[in-house]
């Protein structure tokens, strides 16, 4: 089943910095999750201005709890950098 996680950063003045500094952890846990096919596109959401204020990813799991299990060590999430979370089963389309 897919899923589509979109997660926003905090606001404060070192949001950016926090991401920053976990960023390489959480580019090396998606890379795992990519090669295990639990990974199927993502990346940043950006301001107006280009600059990095969230995150949109899309997985695939057996279930929601198998996801929820596995974003327990998100860095992003056990770091902080993420304050607000929102996913919903998704489908991603098929075309020819």
Same mark, same amino acid.
């Given at each position: @089943? #897919?899923?589509? %996680?979109? !997660?926003?950063?905090?606001?404060? =003045?070192? !949001?950016?910095?926090?991401?920053? &500094?976990?960023?390489?952890?959480? %580019?090396? &846990? *998606? ?8 990974? %199927? +596109?993502?990346? !940043? *959401? +950006?301001?107006?201005?280009? &600059? @990095?204020?969230?995150? @949109?990813? /899309?997985?695939?799991? =057996? ?7 596995? %974003?327990?060590?998100? =860095?992003?999430?056990?770091?902080? /950098?993420?304050?607000?979370?929102? *996913? #919903? ?8």
């Amino acid at each position: @089943m #897919q899923f589509l %996680l979109l !997660a926003y950063d905090g606001t404060d =003045p070192e !949001a950016l910095q926090r991401r920053l &500094k976990v960023r390489e952890e959480h %580019l090396k &846990k *998606i890379s795992a999750l990519k090669k295990a096919d639990e990974f %199927l +596109l993502g990346g !940043a *959401i +950006l301001d107006e201005n280009g &600059k @990095m204020i969230g995150s @949109m990813i /899309v997985y695939d799991f =057996p279930d929601r709890k198998s996801l929820e299990e596995r %974003l327990k060590d998100e =860095p992003y999430l056990t770091e902080g /950098v993420w304050e607000k979370m929102e *996913i #919903q089963p998704f489908r991603l389309a098929k075309l020819e």
